[in-house]
């Protein structure tokens, strides 16, 4: 990151003015914080200040999601509260999955929102801000297929790892899901552009990234699929660790499953979408996948990688879903041992073929909460047997940040485990050998073993 692009002059502001100042809140998955760094390094390069409070900034943007209906609710109810923090003069933004999926809509609900832009529109930024603050309101929201952003120097605020979008977009067409109307479709980074980047992370000093995809490894870029893009970035020296999410079942290949079991670097966890336990479940959200198929996958990557972490998403209460099909996702919980998972009531999407199913397929809202509960427990209680086994084991870990506690640090081992340490924070960004001494069931107490093996630099956090 350089110090030319921070003082850069404002677009549209009269020399000597003082910079403007932008605040941006993140809803969502971490696709949306990639993004959210891209628009930090765009507007910072245009002249503005980054501030991380919203109270006066000159442009709060608010970067959505819209994958169930509660992420967007709880949007709206943010756009309302956030407008007590504007001053005359300041602009308000919603950019993201839901600004892609409202488009003007979000202009009448919120008035006082003055632009709203899809993922593939944020190179404009700065122009329609400029427009914004002339009292312009502006919706820009045309995918853009070629926009990888290469030339924008994302403004990291995570201070150990990088979140690095090598593909946009989703091919897929599940049946309850909006992100392929929100984020268009299916793209890949060049491999060369990618490297560039992790070696631009490693340069700020940070040692782990996550390449970001919705089906990440179906990975291809025209010359190389995602088994050479994780032998590639697995390369770059200084990196010691790559994880990815998510992926799809069907695109674990021998080669991808190879290149993660060689690549040291490669960490040894998948988040492996799984959704419904239940063939016939599956068939109805196009899945592509059975059970069986699922069970395949597993039990091909468990062979080649030992040790295997992996973790999951499920949707429970699915149009016409019935006891039995619930049964078979509990099951298959029971059978590949999850170490943890992401639960969702399914929500109906607008435009998704899942709401053009008949009607009597819905499920009543009790039994979707009955079902829930049960899941939950299941998995918690597999999650908590899991990690019993692991008490007395010695892990590495990057230490994170601080924890919620203030008092212990968090770290996370390369299984993804997340681990409590008691440490100084000047720790955070170090690798400890740490001895697994308590579990609450979900997280773990980690107890250090050996002096600390490398001390890494702080990413340089300017503005
Ligand atoms: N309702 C509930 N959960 C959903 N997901 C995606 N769409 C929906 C929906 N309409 C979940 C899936 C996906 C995760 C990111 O969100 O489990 O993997
Ligand atoms: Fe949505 Fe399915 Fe694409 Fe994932 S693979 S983003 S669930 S359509």
């Known amino acids: 990151m350089s110090d030319a692009l921070v003082t850069a002059a404002p677009i549209g502001a009269p020399i000597g003015a003082p910079r403007p100042t932008v605040y941006i809140e993140t809803y969502g998955c971490q696709m949306n914080v990639a993004d959210s760094e891209l ?32 992420a967007e609710t709880r949007v709206i109810g943010r756009l309302g509260e956030l407008k007590k923090f504007m001053r005359p003069g300041s602009v308000m933004g919603v950019t993201g999955c839901m600004a892609q999926r409202l488009g003007p809509r979000v202009l009448e609900q919120a008035r006082h929102v003055s632009i709203v832009v899809g993922p593939d529109g944020y190179r404009a930024l700065p122009e329609l801000l400029d427009g914004a603050r002339r009292g312009e309101k502006f919706t820009a929201t045309d995918f853009d297929l070629e926009e990888h952003y290469e030339d924008v120097v994302a403004r990291r605020f995570e201070g150990v790892k990088a979140w690095i979008p090598v593909q946009r977009g989703c091919d897929y067409r599940c049946t309850y899901c909006i992100v392929p109307t929100t984020r268009g479709p299916e793209r890949s980074r060049k491999l060369h552009e ?39 970035v697995g390369a770059v020296d200084g990196i010691r660790r790559v994880r990815y999410t998510s992926p799809h079942p069907n695109d674990f290949s021998d080669r991808v499953i190879a290149a993660m079991a060689e690549v040291p670097t490669v960490c040894g966890h998948i988040h492996l979408p799984m959704q419904s336990g ?49 049964a078979d996702t509990l099951s298959l919980c029971q059978e ?76 996370r081992s390369r299984d993804f485990k997340t681990i409590m340490v008691p440490a100084d924070a000047g720790a955070i960004g170090d690798y400890l050998t740490v001895k697994l001494s308590g579990t609450t069931g979900a997280t773990f107490m980690g107890t250090p073993v050996v002096e600390q093996t490398e001390r890494k630099p702080l990413p340089m956090m300017a503005g």
Request: include cysteine.
């Open 336 to 411: 590949v041992r999850f170490d943890d998972a992401f639960m969702f009531k399914f929500s109906p999407r607008e435009g998704t073929p899942a709401t053009r199913m008949p009607a009597e397929w819905t499920i009543p809202d009790d039994i979707v909460a009955t079902r829930f509960e049960l899941l939950l427990k299941t998995v918690r209680g597999i999650s908590r047997e899991n990690n019993m086994r692991r008490l007395g084991d010695t892990v590495e870990v990057l230490i994170e940040k601080v924890a919620r506690d203030g008092e212990l640090l968090q770290a």
């Open 194 to 232: 990618v490297v560039r980047e992790v070696h631009e992370v490693v340069n700020q000093g940070l040692t782990e990234v996550v390449l970001l995809g919705q089906t990440v490894n179906s990975y291809n870029d025209g010359t190389h699929d995602f088994a050479d893009l994780l032998r590639a």
């Open 39 to 70: 628009m930090y390094g765009k507007l910072v390069a245009s002249g503005y200040d980054a501030v991380d409070v919203p109270d006066g900034a000159d442009v709060i943007l608010v970067n959505t999601c819209a994958i169930r209906e509660n």
């Open 278 to 326: 239940s063939t016939s479940m599956l068939k109805k959200m196009l899945r592509r996948y059975s059970r069986e198929d699922y069970l395949a996958c597993v039990e091909r990557m468990r062979a080649a990688i030992p040790g295997l972490a992996l973790t999951t998403d499920i949707i429970v209460g699915f149009p016409s879903e019935t006891d039995e099909e619930f």
